[in-house]
């Protein structure tokens, strides 16, 4: 079965960075685009970056622009966000999901991020 696993979150403080980690088994990794969501607290999660398969294209959120970077690493099948100048808006359980065709269809567990101020 398909499983992505998310790792890296933790408590940080404003200004800080993390960087997360999705750990994909099950499915063949370098065939899908990946994107990293993440769902705040009395809000709908929203698509915060997005790669393509190969690593090529990628997407953010006009709030992250600048300060996140999202990568892989095709041969690990592992998918990192890296998070600076992190502030209490980013406050948030972030999800790695892979994406077949047009759909995000398999997603992670989440992993929670909390900034501090």
């Known amino acids: 079965q398909v499983q992505l696993v998310e790792s890296g979150g933790g408590l940080v403080q404003a200004g800080g960075s993390l960087r997360l980690s999705c750990a994909a088994s099950g499915l063949t990794f370098s065939s899908y685009g990946m994107g990293w969501h993440r769902q705040a607290p009395g809000k709908e999660r929203e698509l915060v970056a997005a790669?393509?398969?190969?690593?090529?294209?990628?997407y953010y959120l006009d709030s992250v622009k600048g300060r996140f970077t999202i990568s892989r690493d095709n041969a690990k099948s592992t998918l990192y966000l890296q998070m600076n100048s992190l502030n209490a808006d980013d406050t948030a359980v972030y999800y790695c999901?892979?994406?077949?065709?047009?759909?995000?269809?398999?997603w992670g567990q989440g992993t929670q991020v909390t900034v501090s101020s």
């Open positions: 790669i393509s398969s190969g690593g090529g294209s990628t």
């Open positions: 999901a892979a994406r077949s065709a047009f759909s995000y269809e398999y």
